[in-house]
């Protein structure tokens, strides 16, 4: 079984709904991270997580918002989709700064 | 502005031959991670670089760490078409928490 997984792998969604991307694992880590991808922008930061009650903002916050409902769970929420969330979503997690990060299969989001 | 610059973006290479990908920074780090990216998969990791002057080699691919220089390279040797995918590098400065990634280097091996 995959160490980290990412629900759905794919969503078609319309603008103005609410979308949530779920993510979880089985890798015991502290540190969760979401990203978003998009072509020639390489990964960018939205929100990471040292634990259940630490919750930062990353470079690309705005219009996202995060749950950490336990260690292993880690879900990312468009509270009101626009078609410039149009992206792949990696989940990833990690043990500390002296190790890399290990990511999910990705979400690939279409808002029409 | 925190800035981790790749290049070339495209690099297009015969099988045999050898060549660098270059990542430049723009923070205070010694913290330096490479990706390796399929199209359509996810990123797996390749080196984990933590100090100046660190050198890590798998297969033939090694990459070193200049943290005076706030450059990495990745070099490639005898390319072989199975290491066709995109590199990514990432710095963790040393006063943060978070990554940040190069836009990405699409490596393509010509037969």
Same mark, same amino acid.
């Given at each position: ?41 390489? /990964? ?6 040292? =634990?259940?009650? %630490? ?10 918002? +995060? ?20 992206? /792949? ?6 043990? =500390?700064?002296? %190790? ?10 279409? +808002?029409? | ?111």
């Amino acid at each position: 079984d995959a160490d980290v997984t990412q629900t759905p792998r794919n969503r078609i969604t319309k603008t103005g709904k609410r979308i949530m991307l779920e993510c979880s694992q089985t890798k015991g880590h502290d540190r969760m991270y979401w990203y978003r991808q998009d072509p020639g922008l390489g /990964l960018r930061l939205i929100y990471y997580s040292f =634990d259940v009650k %630490d919750i930062n903002k990353g470079e690309i916050s705005d219009g996202y918002s +995060v749950s950490r409902q336990a260690q292993a769970k880690f879900s990312l929420s468009l509270e009101s989709a626009i078609p410039n969330q149009t992206a /792949l979503y990696f989940c990833a997690t990690g043990k =500390d700064f002296t %190790d890399t990060q290990y990511f999910g299969p990705g979400t690939r989001l279409t +808002v029409l | 502005e925190l800035k981790v610059e790749q290049n070339p973006l495209f690099l297009s290479m015969q099988e045999g031959k050898n060549y660098t990908i270059y990542c430049n920074y723009s923070t205070t780090s010694d913290r330096l991670y490479w990706y390796r990216q399929d199209p359509g998969k996810s990123l797996e990791s390749l080196f984990v670089l933590l100090s100046n002057g660190a050198v890590k080699q798998e297969g033939r691919l090694m990459a070193s760490l200049d943290t005076k220089a706030r450059l990495s390279t990745l070099h490639i040797t005898a390319a072989v078409h199975d290491l066709s995918a995109t590199y990514f590098c990432a710095v963790e400065p040393n006063t943060g928490n978070q990554f940040y990634f190069g836009t990405g280097t699409s490596l393509t091996v010509i037969p």
